[in-house]
C-alpha cells in the first residue's frame, strides 16, 4: 500500500483492510472484486491482484516459505521483496536491496552507476552473521533520514569516516541520476450512461491497467486518437507511472459492455480507481455549474 500513496493515508486503509480480512486463510477466501475495490485510490492495482494470488498460494501451501528463494515462487514477489521478507521476517542473511539501501552503499562505495552484484558484495561484507534483517532495516532508515537523495546530513552519519563520496566533496553526485524519461500522451472517452438517477458502470478486463476494477465503460487510450464530435461533459487529465492521459467524458444513451446500474448517491462505494472517480467528480461539477448558472 505505501508503493505510491502516503503513511498518513495507508494507516486507515490498512486498519481497514485487516480488520476485513484478519488472516491470509480469509484473503484468500475473498472474491477478487471486493479486494480490488477495497484497494480503490492506492493505485498500482496490480499489487491487490498478486496479493490475493500470493495469499492463496500460501494456504495451499499450508504456510508461509522461510528463504528468499523460495519466496520467489510466489506471485508478486520480485528479488527485493523476497530477500526483505527473508532477512526481516525469517532471519537469512541474504541482501535485501532497495532504493535507499543502493543509494547509500553507492555513496559508501563511491559507485557513480552503481552495479548491483557491487552493492550486494559490499551489504555482505558489512553483514553480521544472522543480523541481516537489522542491517537491512538501519540502512533503509539511514538512506531515508540522513543519506538523503539531496541535501545529505553527512555531518549526522555514523558512516561519514568510511564514505568515498563525502570524501569526495560532493556526496549529492551519487549515484548519478537517470534523465527522466518525458511521458507520452494518451486520449480516450469514457462514456456516461445515466438512467433514473443511476450511472452504468463496467468491469475493467483482468489483465492491464487498472485490470478487474470498476470502471466507466470507454474506448481504448491510443497516442493518436480522433477528435470526437460528441458532447463532452468533462475532460479529465490523469497522470500514470509511463503515460499521461486525457480522458473525455461524453454522454451515451445505450449500455456498453457487461456491468451494472449503480445509484449516482452511492458512487463512493462503487471501488472506483482514482481516474474513474475524478471524471464522475468533474461530471457532476459541471452539472453543478450549470445549474448554478441558469
Not at 123 to 138: C, E, H, N, S, V
Not at 216 to 237: F, H, I, K, M, Y
Request: with cysteine; glycine share 10%; charged share 25%.
Amino acid at each position: 500500500m505505501l508503493q505510491q500513496t502516503t503513511v498518513a493515508a495507508v494507516v486507515p486503509r490498512f486498519d481497514r483492510f485487516v480488520a476485513r480480512w484478519p488472516s491470509v486463510a480469509a484473503l484468500a477466501a475473498a472474491p477478487d472484486e471486493d479486494i480490488l475495490s477495497e484497494w480503490a485510490g492506492l493505485g498500482y492495482y496490480a499489487r491487490a491482484r498478486n496479493l490475493v494470488a500470493c495469499g492463496r498460494e500460501v494456504v495451499r501451501r499450508g504456510g508461509f516459505p522461510t528463504t528468499a528463494a523460495e519466496l520467489r515462487e510466489l506471485p508478486g514477489i520480485g528479488d527485493y521483496t523476497a530477500a526483505a521478507i527473508a532477512a526481516i521476517a525469517f532471519g537469512e542473511d541474504v541482501p535485501a536491496i532497495d532504493t535507499n539501501v543502493m543509494r547509500v552503499i553507492s555513496r559508501l562505495g563511491a559507485f557513480k552507476e552503481p552495479d548491483r552484484g557491487d552493492v550486494e558484495r559490499v551489504f555482505l561484507a558489512m553483514l553480521p552473521k544472522g543480523r541481516a534483517g537489522d542491517l537491512t532495516q538501519a540502512l533503509m532508515d539511514l538512506g531515508a533520514t540522513i543519506c538523503r537523495p539531496k541535501a545529505p546530513l553527512c555531518t549526522s552519519c555514523p558512516l561519514s569516516g568510511d564514505c568515498g563520496a563525502f570524501a569526495g566533496g560532493a556526496p549529492d553526485d551519487y549515484p548519478a541520476r537517470k534523465p527522466k524519461k518525458a511521458r507520452p500522451m494518451r486520449r480516450g472517452s469514457a462514456y456516461w450512461i445515466e438512467r433514473g438517477g443511476e450511472v452504468w458502470l463496467v468491469r475493467r478486463p483482468a489483465k492491464g491497467l487498472l485490470g478487474g476494477m470498476a470502471a466507466l465503460p470507454g474506448s481504448e487510450w491510443t497516442e493518436d486518437a480522433a477528435a470526437s464530435s460528441a458532447q463532452c461533459l468533462a475532460n479529465v487529465r490523469h497522470l500514470f507511472t509511463h503515460f499521461a492521459l486525457e480522458l473525455r467524458v461524453e454522454p451515451r444513451d445505450e449500455v456498453a459492455g457487461d456491468g451494472w446500474w449503480q445509484p449516482i448517491g452511492t458512487i463512493e462505494h462503487a471501488g472506483l480507481p482514482t481516474l474513474y472517480r475524478k471524471a464522475v467528480a468533474a461530471v457532476l461539477e459541471a452539472r453543478m455549474d450549470r445549474r448554478r448558472a441558469a
